[in-house]
């Protein structure tokens, strides 16, 4: 395999600029996102004992409810109770069977960064984590898979946190799934290491758990569900804050709006209050209005004194939204790090402000690696056309117009014509002037209608050019068809259950290989 960076196109301009440390945007980070800046994350890092303390409790207790876990997972989360270890964090939706590809990708690059950083600074340890998003209540957008070029769907009745969702019924979406690509799923080892831990596991949030430590736990990775009360109980100063002062809220705002004048398109709208109220089947948003809170879409209503009783006595029942949720997971984690995509990392960078009022310090932030898979022979062909492996990215109509415009278009220009034509006109109204003593006024007109019939000729004889390219534009249509499927972009698409085969015999180890945080990019991997 042969592994080739594509940079363009592939951020947003927000990550872009950030990356390549626009003054404009350095109030907005703690670090660069260097090597260099991630040791100096790591010099400054504080993280009580008793944090730490809490920390290696509650992920020890978890870990023992999913049953063994591997060795080198298990001795991570010990040394999470030194005061020189820290973690590199990664988070994601707990998807079905893990979803689409960039899931994957995620854990492989935050175990990756943590051995290029182990290499730099052997005076300390490094601890990859997934943070598990539990909390999330969006079942639409984790409850299927996309498989052999079709959308498999759970259907199961669900509301409410989705780490707490039963999996007592997800027999019968496998059983749909094996009648429809039974011969294809036997052969899968890593199908029937996801099915084992959906259906071996009592909900989603063990489910997911449970499978990233069976494919990853070898190489270190430590899983966290922070739905838990003794992390909310360490946080409920913060919640409070939240709840009394609302104090995230103008200081989101106040960063949306520096992002808005500089002319970047902020992702979060924050909300005055930025918590959900959790119980069992029920995750829905506070509000402060006429004096009181209380929980949308139910009949729950709170004064001061029955929300402090409330938050005092059940922390865990305060859920952090989007805006809020990175500040929590700062809270509760030694993290000097977050490995996220384009568009979660641009949304990151609103939040500085808060952190610094919260007293928590900001990560740096790193973009997760991006892989694109295409055989060898094709990404030799494409080249030969005369494209650059960034042109990957564009639509195959418009690649198939650029190679024809480029290799058939100058035999087809008439701008030698138009210029020959134009002579004329401008001789004859010359000669017009000189014997009639004044311009003739339809000159003009006649020459711009003229050359306007020319351009469209033009342009007519590049459209039954390219449609006579019908090899070019099959070859251009079935490459960017593997890259994007289903018109997107295969990691955002795909299951890792397809790319067993590709990936060999251990593809957690070949997709850490493969990985570079470090080296921003899409990773185009040729065969």
């Known amino acids: 395999m042969e592994k080739h960076i594509i940079s363009g196109n592939y951020f947003p301009n927000l990550l872009s600029h950030y990356l390549a440390g626009h003054a404009s945007l350095q109030n907005l980070y703690a670090y660069a996102s260097t090597l260099a800046g991630l040791g100096d994350a790591a010099q400054n890092r504080f993280f009580s004992d008793s944090s730490r303390q809490t920390l290696v409790q509650v992920l020890e207790n978890q870990s023992k409810t999913l049953g063994k876990i591997p060795a080198q997972a298990k001795a991570n989360i010990s040394a999470l109770s030194s005061s020189n270890t820290f973690t590199v964090t990664t988070g994601h939706q707990i998807c079905l069977l893990t979803g689409p590809l960039y899931f994957v990708y995620k854990i492989a690059s935050v ?34 898979v996309f498989l052999n070029g079709k959308t498999h769907t759970w259907q199961t009745q669900a509301s409410g946190a989705t780490g707490e969702i039963s999996t007592q019924d997800i027999q019968q979406f496998f059983a749909e799934l094996e009648a429809e690509h039974g011969e294809k799923l036997s052969f899968s080892s890593i199908y029937q290491t996801l099915k084992n831990a959906w259906i071996s596991q009592p909900n989603l949030s ?25 992390f909310k109980k360490d946080f409920s100063g913060l919640l409070h804050k939240e709840l009394f002062d609302q104090f995230s809220y103008p200081l989101l705002n106040q960063t949306a709006e520096l992002l808005r004048n500089l002319g970047y398109k902020t992702q979060i709208e924050p909300r005055p209050i930025n918590l959900f109220y959790l119980r069992p089947g029920l995750r829905e948003r506070i509000v402060f ?16 004194t029955e929300l402090e009783s409330e938050l005092s006595e059940h922390p865990e029942r305060f859920s952090p939204n989007v805006a809020l949720r990175p ?30 009022a919260a007293g928590v310090t900001f990560p740096v932030l790193i973009p997760r690696d991006g892989f694109a898979f295409l055989p060898q022979q094709d990404f030799k062909r494409f080249l030969s056309l005369g494209f650059s492996p960034e042109q990957l990215l564009a639509a195959a109509e418009q690649n198939l117009k ?8 100058a035999a087809l220009h008439t701008e030698a014509e138009i210029q020959a034509i134009n002579q004329v006109f401008a001789d004859l109204k010359n000669r017009y002037a000189a014997q009639l003593g004044q311009a003739l ?9 003229i050359s306007n019939e020319l351009h469209k000729l033009h342009k007519k004889a590049l459209r039954m050019a390219a449609r006579k390219e019908t090899e070019t534009a099959s070859f251009l249509q079935s490459v960017h068809s593997r890259l994007f499927p289903g018109g997107t972009l295969s990691e955002r698409k795909e299951s890792i259950i397809e790319y067993a085969g590709l990936l060999g ?10 990985a570079d945080p470090l080296q921003p990019g899409l990773k185009l991997i040729t065969y």
């Open 111 to 144: 175990i990756k960064l943590c051995r290029q950083l182990s290499a730099a600074y052997p005076q300390y340890n490094f601890v990859p984590v997934y943070w598990a998003a539990t909390e999330d209540h969006d079942f639409e957008e984790i409850r299927s």
């Open 505 to 514: 015999s251990s593809p957690a180890e070949m997709l850490i290989e493969l």
């Open 206 to 230: 063990a489910a997911i758990r449970r499978a990233v430590y069976d494919l990853f736990g070898a190489q270190g990775i430590v899983c966290i569900d922070a739905n838990e009360a003794a």
């Open 441 to 449: 006024p339809a000159f003009a007109a006649s020459e711009k209608k």
């Open 327 to 356: 500040l929590y997971q700062e809270f509760i984690l030694p993290n000097i790090a977050y490995l996220g995509g384009p568009a979660e990392l641009s949304y990151w960078l609103q939040f500085k402000e808060m952190f610094s």
């Open 289 to 304: 209005e006429n004096g009181s809170w209380s929980v949308l879409n139910t009949d729950i209503r709170f004064n001061k």
């Open 402 to 409: 650029v190679y024809v415009q480029s290799n058939i278009g």
